[in-house]
């Protein structure tokens, strides 16, 4: 209900201020044996992150749509599992090498990396509106009661091609690959930076590509011209995006061909079958090889409407 809601919101405030100390701490040198490091910073842009997110789905979304599961990236489940990883992955290694394990410059370097993430998110989420939540509009594969699906109303259905959109196809994308990335960078996980950087890079390209071809079906041409002005900047997904764009023109032009090809077929045959039907002329009986003067050729004198 809605104050449970208002609980989890209170929850991760109380953690981000706690996060945020924490790390002040760490960095000044004044905490204490009970210190956890890095994982402050984590903590802290983790919980902005969820809080920021379920704030803009109640200033945009209906009532209907906003539950708890909107706290917890229903998009991308695994992204709970390796925050539980990456926890591992840190306290092990400071445990067993804490001389080698923690650098404070690629703490800071993962925290900005985040917090330019987290703005990149912020910022798209807020320029698109509900463009950002199309998704919605469909019937999920899984639905248990289709009968009871309402798709979510877009009145202002359109390319978003202004803020961060003029420059960046997916700014929320390149976002969330800034975000996890500087996760790991902040956390010093070379492990998990590994992992959590190829997972989420595919993850989201194969989203990319999806959309992009949703897109393409709904407004064409419009957004073939957007495709082609506005570059995507995560690492390889240009190229991708370009090689999916044009098999999409091929394939479309090969149809295109195909039916008018088909249209051409069907009108040679329409000609060639009305050449080969025979006119009225033709389907009259003609006297060519009738022997003249016998009663057959007469005939014609006196009927001349039978044999034509």
Same mark, same amino acid.
């Given at each position: 209900g809605?104050?449970?809601?208002?609980?989890?919101?209170?929850?991760?405030?109380?953690?981000?201020?706690?996060?945020?100390?924490?790390?002040?701490?760490?960095?000044?040198?004044?905490?204490d044996?009970?210190s956890?490091?890095?994982?402050?910073?984590?903590?802290f842009?983790?919980s902005?992150?969820?809080?920021?997110?379920?704030?803009?789905?109640?200033?945009?979304?209906?009532?209907?749509y906003?539950?708890?599961?909107s706290l917890?990236f229903?998009?991308?489940?695994?992204?709970?599992?390796?925050?539980?990883m990456?926890?591992?992955?840190l306290?092990?290694?400071?445990?067993?090498f804490?001389?080698?394990?923690?650098?404070?410059?690629?703490?800071?370097?993962?925290?900005?990396?985040?917090?330019v993430g987290?703005?990149?998110?912020?910022?798209? $989420?807020r320029?698109? #509106?509900? !463009?950002?939540? @199309?998704?919605?509009?469909?019937?999920p594969? =899984? +639905?248990?009661?289709?009968?009871?699906?309402?798709?979510l109303?877009?009145?202002?259905?359109?390319?978003?091609?202004?803020?961060a959109?003029?420059?960046?196809?997916?700014?929320a994308?390149?976002?969330?690959?800034?975000?996890?990335?500087g996760?790991?960078?902040?956390?010093?996980n070379?492990?998990?930076?590994?992992?959590?950087g190829?997972?989420l890079?595919?993850?989201?390209?194969?989203?990319?590509?999806?959309?992009e071809?949703?897109?393409?079906?709904?407004?064409k041409?419009g957004?073939?011209?957007?495709?082609?002005?506005?570059?995507?900047?995560i690492?390889l997904?240009?190229s991708?995006?370009?090689?999916?764009?044009?098999?999409?023109?091929? $394939?479309?032009?090969? #149809?295109? !061909?195909?039916d @008018?090809?088909?249209?051409?077929?069907?009108l =040679? +045959?329409e000609?060639d079958?009305?050449e080969?039907?025979?006119?009225?002329?033709?389907?009259l009986?003609?006297?060519e090889?009738?022997?003249?003067?016998?009663?057959?050729?007469?005939?014609?004198?006196?009927?001349?409407?039978?044999?034509?």
């Open positions: 809605e104050s449970g809601l208002l609980a989890l919101c209170a929850v991760f405030g109380l953690h981000m201020g706690v996060g945020l100390s924490e790390t002040a701490l760490w960095f000044l040198r004044s905490d044996a009970s956890v490091g890095p994982w402050s910073v984590l903590v842009f983790a902005l992150l969820y809080l920021d997110s379920f704030w803009m789905e109640n200033l945009t979304l209906p009532p209907d906003i539950t708890s599961i917890f229903p998009m991308f489940p695994a992204y709970n599992a390796a925050v539980a990456s926890c591992g992955e306290f092990l290694e400071w445990r067993y804490p001389e080698q394990k923690l650098w404070k410059s690629a703490v800071l370097v993962g925290a900005i990396l985040m917090a987290q703005f990149l998110i912020s910022r798209a $989420s320029t698109s #509106e509900r !463009n950002f939540w @199309a998704s919605c509009r469909n019937m594969e =899984e +639905e248990e009661k289709p009968e009871d699906f309402v798709g109303e877009i009145p202002d259905r359109r390319i978003v091609q202004d803020g959109y003029c420059w960046e196809r997916h700014p994308y390149l976002g969330a690959m800034m975000w996890g990335v996760a790991e960078i902040a956390l010093c070379p492990g998990m930076l590994l992992i959590v190829f997972v890079w595919a993850s989201l390209l194969h989203v990319a590509l999806e959309e071809q949703e897109l393409y079906d709904e407004f041409g957004y073939a011209n957007y495709a082609t002005l506005t570059r995507c900047w690492p997904f240009n991708f995006l370009e090689n999916a764009a044009f098999q999409r023109e091929m $394939s479309d032009n090969c #149809e295109e !061909n195909h @008018a090809d088909i249209d051409d077929d069907d =040679e +045959e000609d079958c009305e080969d039907l025979p006119s009225e002329d033709d389907l009986p003609t006297w090889g009738v022997p003249k003067g016998g009663a057959l050729w007469n005939r014609q004198f006196r009927d001349p409407w039978v044999l034509g």
